[in-house]
């Protein structure tokens, strides 16, 4: 598995993503704003990774803290979950993974901790929150692999992989699980434009894995779906609604009504974290709008003409008509979802 996150001593030491695959450069994070930083310039991202990190992040600003008494300790900490917090609006995770330290950094407030009592406890909260995740990542590839023929061909979009969690990954989890089950796998990678997650990241994870891989730009899914290549589609997701709408990586419902014209079976991967019960449909998911040089540039290269006005939302929303199953750590979610994730 990839170290995509990790402490080391009291730093946070994590892969730079945005220089992969060219160079494997590492960031080391000293203080909370450090960590802001990361998640808001994709240094690192993926909806879990993100929990995980923003989880580390309070607990390396918890560390920091110079406070004496537990009201300025409260304060500080307070004011770390709301920097987190501020640095990305679509997955659910990153305030699923804030949330679970509040509530335990409350816990030991009401039983009257210590300020190095509470450091400690967050830092253990943090650790568990990571190591869960790796835990969560490896059901998902076990259940998923089920679902996987004795010998597939699989489409995958972006990366929803050990980079985009703490490790092993959902997407990839299944595609690892059923490599391990014995399964013959091929992958086909959409580039996944603006970012490129697809070609820089989940290619170079499989390949250093030694799976067969295939990148594809995004406008040859459909093609290659018509000449009967594709048997499944396995994606990640950043926020899963009531309903089963999954918020992803903007291309990822062009992928799924295509899979749905040709008959490909269209499954989502990811942790019980990111099923946000609180949002009832896809409508109320809030996306992302990126800097436009995303889509004008790669690298120093200008792709577009100054002038001309650019969209780049980051994510779009797969209605769950399109979804055959959802897989978690729980197991696999049929429709309707509205009663088997509320049962989950």
């Not at 406070?67 to 305030?95: C, D, H, I």
């Not at 030991?108 to 650790?127: I, N, P």
């Not at 008959?263 to 991967?269: L, M, R």
């Not at 100054?306 to 008509?321: C, E, I, L, M, Q």
Request: charged share 20%.
């Amino acid at each position: 598995m990839l170290p995509t996150i990790a402490w080391q001593d009291s730093d946070i030491v994590m892969i730079d993503q945005r220089k992969l695959p060219a160079a494997e450069i590492y960031v080391t994070c000293r203080s909370v704003n450090d960590v802001a930083k990361a998640i808001k310039t994709m240094v690192i991202r993926g909806a879990p990774a993100i929990g995980v990190c923003a989880a580390m992040g309070l607990a390396l600003g918890a560390e920091r803290s110079k406070a004496t008494g537990t009201k300025q300790f409260t304060t500080e900490f307070q004011r770390n979950s709301e920097l987190l917090a501020a640095t990305r609006p679509t997955a659910v995770n990153l305030f699923w993974a804030i949330e679970r330290m509040k509530q335990s950094f409350a816990s030991g407030a009401l039983a009257g901790e210590s300020v190095d009592q509470l450091k400690a406890r967050l830092r253990a909260e943090a650790d568990r929150i990571h190591d869960d995740d790796i835990a969560s990542c490896r059901a998902i590839g076990a259940h998923g692999a089920t679902v996987v023929p004795a010998e597939a061909c699989i489409l995958t979009h972006c990366n929803a992989g050990a980079l985009a969690t703490a490790g092993y990954g959902t997407a990839l989890g299944v595609i690892r699980g059923a490599v391990a089950a014995g399964r013959k796998v091929r992958v086909l990678a959409d580039e996944t434009r603006p970012f490129l997650q697809g070609a820089r990241l989940t290619a170079w994870e499989l390949v250093k894995d030694g799976i067969d891989t295939t990148v594809i730009t995004d406008n040859m899914a459909g093609a290659i779906m018509r000449a009967g290549d594709v048997d499944l589609v396995v994606v990640g997701a950043d926020r899963i609604a009531a309903n089963g709408d999954t918020a992803n990586k903007i291309g990822t419902y062009t992928v799924a009504v295509l899979a749905k014209e040709h008959g490909i079976p269209f499954y989502v991967a990811a942790p019980w974290s990111t099923i946000d019960l609180a949002t009832p449909d896809g409508d109320a998911i809030p996306i992302e709008e990126r800097a436009a040089r995303e889509v004008t540039h790669v690298g120093a290269t200008q792709l577009a003409p100054d002038g001309a006005h650019v969209r780049n939302p980051s994510f779009d929303v797969t209605p769950h008509k399109y979804i055959t199953a959802i897989i978690t750590e729980r197991g696999i979610f049929k429709a309707p979802f509205t009663d088997t994730l509320s049962q989950g």
